[in-house]
């Protein structure tokens, strides 16, 4: 893996700097693909494992090395290129990313609950591919985004806590802070018990980016052009 420097903090630039030779001392490198070896972790990169890993320096290190080896078991680096492995999943458009930024200028993407399937496997490589593009769209200095919900066709037949967990452990363990807010639309009565199931697998930070909304209350988040159509 490569670094690139982006902080002009003085403490940022020491964190940063401490925890890329200790990267340096542990990984190696004579075991990645070549993919791997050309993935950069930018400085924004690094410091969102520092601070999702409460700013401890170690922490961060052993969770960016861990990223470093899954990115190599899923073949992350070229998953791009091997969309046809999970095209049924990408043409169900359960997942989509916004055209545009939201208001915050971030990128966005609509989750469309009443489309799920059982398909894991396919399920969460679309999973890794989608927050992979999104994140390219963000800003460099801040590389966060924006899910949306739409809860609107939601039944407990859809409802599927394998999939929610292994949402949860993506982000928590190799995009630590990505997570901007959680918008949940239209969610009915029902989901409530679902939430009350949901809601302890997040930690307390997280759990609060978590906003109910309705489907009138989007033009806080969003102009018009943003939305998917099934939206507007």
Known sequence: AKFEMRSDDDDEMSTLKRIKE??????????????SKNYVFT??????????????????????LRHIKWREEYSVCDIASRTSEFESEL?????VIGKQLDKSLRPVVFIFA???????????????YTIEETIKRSRPEEERMLLCF???????TCMDFEVVQLLISILQYNYPETLATALVVDAPFLFSACWAIIRPWLDPVTAAKALFISRAQLPAYFDPPVLPDEMT
């Open 22 to 35: 200790k990267l340096a001392a542990d990984a190696d490198e004579s075991k990645f693909s070549e993919g």
């Open 114 to 128: 009443g489309r799920h399937n059982n398909d894991i496997k396919k399920i969460e490589q679309l999973i890794i």
């Open 150 to 156: 739409d809860l609107s066709s939601f039944s407990y």
């Open 91 to 95: 043409s169900s458009k359960k997942i």
């Open 43 to 64: 400085d924004t990169t690094i410091l969102r494992f520092f601070r999702g890993r409460q700013n401890d320096e170690d922490k961060a290190v052993r969770g960016l």
